[in-house]
């Protein structure tokens, strides 16, 4: 069976947090003496992944991307 991929599409802030909040919970289980490798798998594969600029619109109050797979 093929492997399910999930697409996460984050702004350049929301990007910055995730990869601090990762390297936080890293130094968090460093002090607790645990094992981090998975941790340090998704930093890399966070900061690596392919950037794609989308064309977002507002319409009537509602959020529409114009984002094709």
């Known amino acids: 069976m093929r492997e399910k991929f999930?697409?996460?599409y984050l702004g350049?802030?929301?990007?910055?947090?995730?990869?601090?909040?990762?390297?936080?919970l890293k130094n968090?289980?460093?002090q607790q003496g645990r094992y981090t490798d998975y941790i340090d798998e998704l930093?890399?594969?966070v900061?690596?992944?392919p950037t794609k600029r989308i064309k977002i619109e507002y319409v009537?109050?509602?959020l529409q991307s114009?984002?094709?797979d």
């Open 12 to 24: 350049s802030h929301e990007r910055k947090l995730l990869i601090h909040s990762l390297v936080d």
């Open 28 to 30: 968090q289980l460093i």
């Open 6 to 8: 999930n697409h996460l």
């Open 60 to 62: 009537q109050g509602k």
């Open 66 to 68: 114009d984002c094709s």
């Open 47 to 49: 900061i690596n992944a």
């Open 43 to 45: 930093i890399f594969k």
